[in-house]
């Protein structure tokens, strides 16, 4: 686990914020739309992410490496839910990058939505992944209009 600490430690020194992050945040803010999230890095990398380029935003719960069990477990975006006063993860959207990230969605019943980048492209035809983004911006688009997925 110190391995994998200090790989988080180093590369938060060059982080850079997902193209489309400002904006996607600024619109939810301005909607008073709840934000969660739900990660498998530690507490420090996401609290340098969340201080560094969104200051003014506000997540909670923040479901980090430390939450039992982890994604692809659908634990955590079900805690987000239930934290919410959601009966289910029905009406969420998780937003992410990974399989487990699509798994963990797919089985809380939330939909899905890829960001897709060059690594994970096999991801777009995966039957876990409702919705495809370039940039995190196109989802406001997709809010404004009514989220339509695959389910």
Known sequence: MEKVRQIERTAMSSQKPQTGLTQLMNYLDSRSIQKGICTRNFDTPVAHLLTTFLPTSKFHPIVTREFRPPKPDPAGILHIA??????????????????????????AGAATVLLVNDVNRE???????????KTLDELIGVLEEGFVGDR
Do not use: C, F, N, P
């Open 82 to 107: 239930k934290s919410w006063m959601h009966a289910d993860a029905t009406s969420l959207i998780m937003v992410g990058d990974s399989v487990d990230d699509m798994t963990a969605g797919y089985r």
């Open 123 to 133: 991801l777009v035809e995966h039957e876990h992944t409702d919705l495809v983004i």
